[in-house]
């Protein structure tokens, strides 16, 4: 049976990582045709993220010191190598993806019709606000004028991989600017990608817990210091 | 010919001699490399030359078609700055990943999973 490895990155989630996390497990009871763990990487949160974390059937790596999304997403996918897994699927540990989306990111990688799925709240556009919607066009403009890469949600966690795409990809970066960095790898090499659409789910925690809208302008200058460098 | 020499020049060159003495130190205590002790006292040396001569740097500014040798100094010094702040981003952003690195290898020698505790 196939094996999946659902990588969560989490910091200071203590307030809605816990229906995620309950979400997830009934996710996992009712799917059949998989073998899957969820890997939660506490980056290093200051609250009780990492004790939530362990009263569920989850694996949890810690982070000692906070290192970035970049960072903890990259300890994931170090994790779905270390241990041989077909697929892994990334997504936000604050509620903000709907785990109904989980099993049409999962047909496409199974069914082998793409390398890379990520999951688009633009195609969806249910429930974003307008102000993200206008940093996300603006982001992924950058994305293409940066790394040559067209997508239509270049910030979106919800992503997906197959074995070969995750033995190529390597992340370097480690803050927020991650999301375009994996743009550069999927073309550097020639993986392939599709998009499918998914819901967002925005509560004022997540609103006020997520990337505000002035470290978008620190992304960007992260991203030109990286392409430039 | 007689030198004379300012006040001002004879402290200048002293002060100039301390980081000198301090990049030996440092040197002979493996704190630095030879080169980065090379490269330091050359640069204050030059500093030392310029007190002691002053139109030697008028000689190379007008070499370089530069107005004045107090010009050419500002511009050397300012590319050199900007050289070592660029040089200091580049290993801190190194350090950077190194930390990440090890964080990465503790997290996952440390595996926990549900309630087990290492």
Known sequence: ????????????????????????????????DLVIEIVVIDDGST????????????????????????????????????????????MDSDGQHDINDLPKAIKLLINNDADVVIGSRMMGQKGMPKDRLIINFISNVFTYILFGFWTTDSQSGFRGFNRKALGFINVKTQGMEVSSELFTEIKKHNLKLLEVPISVIYTEYSRNKGQSNLNSLNVVVKLLLRKFR | MELQYFPIQILLIIMMFWPISRAYFHYKDGIIKLSGFLFWSCLWLMGVITVFYPEFLTYLAQLFHIGRGADLAVYVALA?????????????????????????EIALMNKNRHGEHK
């Open chain 2, 80 to 104: 050199l700055v900007f050289y070592l702040v660029f040089r200091l981003s580049v290993i801190i952003e190194n350090i950077r990943n190194d930390i990440t690195k090890l964080t990465r």
């Open chain 1, 47 to 90: 609250d009780q993220t990492f004790q939530i974390c362990q009263t569920f059937n989850v694996t949890v790596l810690h982070h000692i010191i906070n290192r970035g999304l970049g960072g903890a997403l990259a300890t994931g996918i170090e994790y779905a190598k270390m241990h041989n897994f077909d697929f892994a699927l990334t």
């Open chain 1, 1 to 32: 049976m196939k094996s999946l490895c659902i990588i969560l990155p989490a910091y200071n989630e203590a307030k809605a990582i816990g229906p995620v996390m309950q979400k997830l497990q009934n996710f996992v009871k009712k799917e059949n």
